[in-house]
């Protein structure tokens, strides 16, 4: 049974780059959220989407947006790269919104230049 | 807003040691708490969760956590460690109205055969 699955694994941008990452679900969970996680610190969230739409925002600029796809994989897009992006980014999968306990994938390691 | 505080940052010791990490939240509503582990090289996995009920709360591996609400903490106990113990392990909170994953900073547990 696959588990929740990210690409790519490792990724090197340049400043002002964009970048787009990502997430398939685990089979039938149809809520995506994405986590930064920067080194030392625990993950922060980005974004929930839910049945393909927005259910939350974390504290993350606008160059920071995400879409989920009828078949619920999800992208994450960041625009104009900062050095400061640089982070491990974790995607999660949930059967629902809310109580619904959330799966992690082995997430993607930006690294900007 | 939420927030998790972690009051261990590094913690140390022998096996068959006891660990008891910390975790405190602040959030005045109904919350759902998690521990999370990552071991060296792989991703997050639940180690356990409280939703309601029990105030203890039993996982893998041996763990278990005390919800104790008047305190908001949810303390992670292992009676007696194992070396493949060693790994960083997250609290995480949510609540029923903002299905967000808090988390903590993070408590690396080096366990010394």
């Known amino acids: 049974d696959a588990g929740v699955t990210q690409s790519p694994t490792h990724l090197i941008k340049t400043r002002g780059q964009h970048v787009t990452l990502r997430c398939s679900p685990i089979?039938?969970?149809?809520?995506v959220s994405w986590y930064q996680q920067v080194l030392g610190q625990g993950p922060q969230f980005i974004f929930q989407y839910y049945e393909k739409e927005e259910r939350g925002r974390g504290n993350f600029p606008d160059r920071f947006s995400a879409r989920q796809f009828p078949n619920y994989s999800s992208e994450l897009n960041v625009n104009a790269l900062l050095l400061g992006d640089s982070a491990l980014y974790l995607c999660a999968s949930s059967l629902g919104q809310g109580t619904n306990e959330q799966f992690f994938g082995p997430g993607t390691r930006l690294t900007v230049l | 807003a939420q927030s998790v505080s972690q009051h261990n940052h590094h913690v140390i010791l022998s096996e068959a040691a006891s660990l008891e990490l910390g975790c405190n939240y602040s959030y005045g509503g109904t919350v759902n708490l998690f521990w999370y582990v990552q071991y060296p090289g792989q991703h997050l996995q639940l180690l356990l969760k409280?939703?309601?009920?029990?105030?203890l709360v039993k996982g893998i591996k041996g763990f278990e956590a005390e919800f104790i609400k008047s305190k908001f903490s949810f303390n992670l106990r292992k009676p007696s460690v194992q070396w493949s113990d060693t790994a960083e392990y997250f609290c995480a909170v949510n609540s029923y109205r903002d299905y967000k994953l808090s988390f903590g900073a993070g408590t690396t547990v080096t366990v010394r055969a």
């Open positions: 089979s039938g969970h149809k809520s």
């Open positions: 409280y939703f309601s009920g029990d105030p």
